[in-house]
């Protein structure tokens, strides 16, 4: 079991920065890759970035590449996602998520076993 809890979210106006933390805590943090995804009010869940074990690959959903940054500190056992340029639309519960088996399928929600609780972004126009 991989426990996950997130962190940071908030209100922020348009053109805004917000960083989010995932903390984990159970298995060994750096076996794991992960994955931040968000969800807006009557939307499915979406992939927003992922990034490898050892933080060596990244990648992102085409509407945020350029504006986000995923990082991981496997000494702290946290995964990082760094907004910048916020936008309305990207007020969402945004969720962490672990993988052990990272693949080209990254992007899909059913391939992350661990899921944290969410946390609000709210981007005021």
């Known amino acids: 079991q991989v426990q996950l809890v997130e962190s940071g979210g908030g209100l922020v106006q348009a053109g805004g920065s917000l960083r989010l933390s995932c903390a984990a805590s159970?298995?060994?943090?750096?076996?794991?890759?992960m994955g931040w995804f968000r969800q807006a009010p009557g939307k499915e869940r979406e992939f927003v970035a992922a990034?490898?074990?050892?933080?060596?690959?990244?990648y992102y959903a085409d509407s945020v590449k350029g504006r986000f940054a995923i990082s991981r500190d496997n000494a702290k056992n946290t995964v990082y996602l760094q907004m910048n340029s916020l936008k309305p639309e990207d007020t969402a519960v945004y969720y962490c998520?672990?993988?052990?088996?990272?693949?080209?399928?990254?992007?899909?929600?059913?391939?992350?076993?661990?899921w944290g609780q969410g946390t609000q972004v709210t981007v005021s126009s």
């Open positions: 990034i490898s074990w050892g933080g060596g690959s990244t």
């Open positions: 998520a672990a993988d052990p088996e990272f693949d080209s399928y990254y992007y899909l929600v059913i391939r992350y076993d661990y």
């Open positions: 159970g298995r060994t943090f750096s076996n794991y890759a």
